[in-house]
């Protein structure tokens, strides 16, 4: 079954403490791996797309990566405006299926 | 990056009467464009594409006579919610997709 899951759920960080939020998925031919950010009542903000395993893109304190698998965003010392919903949402085929987003929090 | 515009941005209404959320792109010319939903802490669900000057397409499970959607225009794409009820409420959201996707501001949609 296509699928495409998230991880953590929600994640709580200090101000300055990096780490990574995953996004993997099961689907059959890849045309575009996408990363947003969705601040609470606003659309999406789009951040990133990766078209094939290894790339790799970067802006500010954010980088992306990708494997045949999942995606990565990684963030580097993090500061408290950065607190916001990131999804990532996979192309294939004729479809964009969203994952269910990681809440992240940073706190000063 | 492309802009796309959403209006209105929040709206409130009664049971059993129609609201029209209306899509915009500015900066270019979308033969489709997505309308998603959203609820409280979800993701987003795709519910229809809409075609310029064509039927849209909906997503199973979606009423096609409830969700009215019309793309009269390259930079114009209308969702008309029919006689809603308080289940409709909801965060709404267009897309035009080019490369990538870009996001309308979304309709906070509350039936009362």
């Known amino acids: 079954e296509d699928q495409v899951t998230q991880s953590p759920e929600a994640l709580r960080l200090q101000e300055g403490e990096s780490s990574s939020l995953n996004c993997s998925y099961t689907?059959?031919?890849?045309?575009?791996l996408f990363w947003y950010r969705q601040d609470p009542g606003k659309g999406p903000e789009f951040l990133f797309t990766?078209?094939?395993a290894g790339e790799e893109k970067e802006k500010e304190r954010l980088k992306a990566t990708l494997t045949k698998k999942e995606s990565f965003l990684h963030i580097t010392a993090p500061k408290p405006e950065d607190s916001a919903t990131y999804l990532c949402a996979v192309f294939y085929g004729q479809n964009f299926v969203f994952g269910p987003g990681t809440r992240l929090s940073v706190l000063p | 990056g492309a802009v796309v515009s959403q209006h209105p941005s929040w709206v409130i209404c009664k049971s059993g009467t129609s609201v029209k959320i209306e899509c915009r792109s500015l900066?270019?010319?979308?033969?489709?464009m997505f309308w998603y939903r959203q609820f409280p802490k979800q993701s987003l669900m795709l519910m229809a594409t809409s075609n310029e000057g064509s039927k849209a397409t909906y997503e199973q499970g979606v009423e096609k006579d409830k969700f009215l959607i019309n793309h009269a225009s390259l930079t114009l794409s209308t969702l008309t919610v029919t006689s809603a009820h308080p289940e409709d409420s909801s965060f709404y959201i267009c897309?035009?997709?080019?490369?990538?996707?870009?996001f309308g501001q979304g309709t906070r949609l509350t039936v009362v």
């Open positions: 897309s035009g997709r080019q490369t990538e996707a870009f």
């Open positions: 900066d270019f010319q979308a033969t489709t």
């Open positions: 990766l078209y094939s």
């Open positions: 689907v059959s031919g890849l045309r575009g």
